[in-house]
């Protein structure tokens, strides 16, 4: 009987516990996936304190449903932003201003966040959040996957065509992807944009441009990082002056901007130079009122103007 109990031991946990084939690393996945002609399902998370995480993975990502859905087409790998000291100590500086930066790169706004992509690492879907079960959540990976043969289709069309019908046929593939995906696509972009002379495609701006803000918010980072850690009133001066030296580049994307200017009226705020503070907050909301940090600015600049400001006036 303790045998046969065994038994029904093993296979109820084998029951309960697929999930998709995991690789450690991003570039493992790819090699993976390239490999085994698979596509990559790149899953941002908190491992130690996101609920929906926690739920995404355990319920949904490592369910019977799922595997049996997707389990022969996706390699997983996790992006993990842990906040416990312990499990943060043991990321590197330079692993964790990667992980920032692809965190950026796709907008992902609040975590779980997922990526699909294929193993030339471009991506095609976005999905944000986490569904009450694994059934409710494959609609949405049918519809990332459609989105990725409607993007094959029309690129295999562009490869047969010329000048602005080659054109229009990459901008159908691109556009039929998540916004926060198109400007992975510079080399495509590139192509439009040299046979769209009068940008009717709208394309202008992309492309070659993409990355050079994926540069500059590399660059930003690790300025910031060096800062990490310095809280002297000296410290804080000095990295007004970097940012200001930052913030003379005469081409830095609106994002970018935005975000430097924000640090330095953290910095300001730290000084207790509160109109100064509000000058930078000010500034950096109205450079890119829609991104991804402007909810935050937004905050501080109503607070300034509602809490404080009229004091300061009297």
Same mark, same amino acid.
């Given at each position: 009987?303790?045998?046969?109990?065994?038994?029904?031991?093993?296979?109820?946990?084998?029951?309960?516990?697929?999930?998709?084939?995991?690789?450690?690393?991003? &570039?493992?996945?790819?090699?993976?996936?390239?490999?085994?002609?698979?596509?990559?399902?790149?899953?941002?998370?908190?491992?130690?304190?996101?609920?929906?995480?926690?739920?995404?993975?355990?319920?949904?990502?490592?369910?019977?449903?799922?595997?049996?859905?997707?389990?022969?087409?996706?390699?997983?790998?996790?992006?993990?932003?842990?906040?416990?000291? &312990?499990?943060?100590?043991?990321?590197?500086?330079?692993?964790?201003?990667?992980?920032?930066?692809?965190?950026?790169?796709?907008?992902?706004?609040?975590?779980?966040?997922?990526?699909?992509?294929?193993?030339?690492?471009?991506?095609?879907?976005?999905?944000?959040?986490?569904?009450?079960?694994?059934?409710?959540?494959?609609?949405?990976? &049918?519809?990332?996957?459609?989105?990725?043969?409607?993007?094959?289709?029309?690129?295999?069309?562009?490869?047969?065509?010329?000048?602005?019908?080659?054109?229009?046929?990459?901008?159908?593939?691109?556009?039929?992807?998540?916004?926060?995906?198109?400007?992975?696509?510079?080399?495509?972009?590139?192509?439009?944009?040299?046979?769209?002379?009068?940008?009717?495609?709208?394309?202008?701006?992309?492309?070659?441009?993409?990355?050079?803000?994926?540069?500059?918010? &590399?660059?930003?980072?690790?300025?910031?990082?060096?800062?990490?850690?310095?809280?002297?009133?000296?410290?804080?001066?000095?990295?007004?002056?970097?940012?200001?030296?930052?913030?003379?580049?005469?081409?830095?994307?609106?994002?970018?901007?935005?975000?430097?200017?924000?640090?330095?009226?953290?910095?300001?705020?730290?000084?207790?130079?509160?109109?100064?503070?509000?000058?930078?907050?000010?500034?950096?909301?109205?450079?890119?009122?829609?991104?991804?940090?402007?909810?935050?600015?937004?905050?501080?600049?109503?607070?300034?103007?509602?809490?404080?400001?009229?004091?300061?006036?009297?």
């Amino acid at each position: 009987m303790k045998t046969i109990a065994k038994i029904g031991a093993l296979i109820a946990l084998a029951m309960t516990a697929p999930a998709l084939p995991e690789a450690p690393d991003m &570039e493992s996945a790819l090699a993976q996936a390239a490999e085994q002609k698979k596509n990559v399902f790149v899953d941002f998370t908190g491992t130690d304190w996101c609920t929906a995480c926690i739920h995404l993975r355990s319920k949904i990502i490592e369910s019977a449903t799922f595997e049996k859905a997707y389990g022969d087409d996706f390699i997983l790998v996790s992006v993990d932003f842990p906040r416990s000291p &312990e499990l943060v100590a043991q990321i590197p500086d330079d692993e964790k201003r990667r992980r920032e930066n692809l965190l950026t790169s796709y907008r992902i706004a609040g975590l779980p966040g997922v990526v699909l992509m294929d193993a030339n690492g471009m991506p095609y879907e976005i999905i944000s959040g986490a569904t009450r079960t694994a059934e409710d959540y494959l609609p949405m990976m &049918e519809a990332g996957l459609k989105k990725r043969a409607i993007r094959d289709a029309a690129f295999a069309k562009a490869a047969t065509l010329e000048g602005m019908d080659k054109a229009k046929a990459l901008a159908e593939g691109i556009n039929a992807l998540p916004e926060a995906c198109r400007d992975k696509y510079s080399k495509e972009i590139d192509i439009i944009n040299s046979f769209d002379k009068d940008n009717t495609l709208g394309f202008a701006g992309m492309g070659s441009d993409a990355q050079k803000r994926i540069k500059q918010t &590399e660059a930003l980072r690790d300025l910031l990082a060096s800062f990490r850690g310095k809280l002297s009133p000296e410290d804080m001066k000095a990295s007004i002056v970097k940012l200001d030296e930052f913030l003379a580049q005469p081409d830095l994307c609106p994002e970018v901007r935005q975000e430097a200017l924000s640090a330095k009226g953290d910095s300001y705020a730290f000084l207790r130079d509160l109109m100064s503070m509000y000058k930078c907050y000010k500034e950096a909301l109205e450079i890119a009122p829609d991104s991804r940090a402007a909810k935050r600015i937004r905050g501080n600049v109503e607070h300034f103007e509602k809490n404080i400001l009229p004091m300061l006036e009297k």
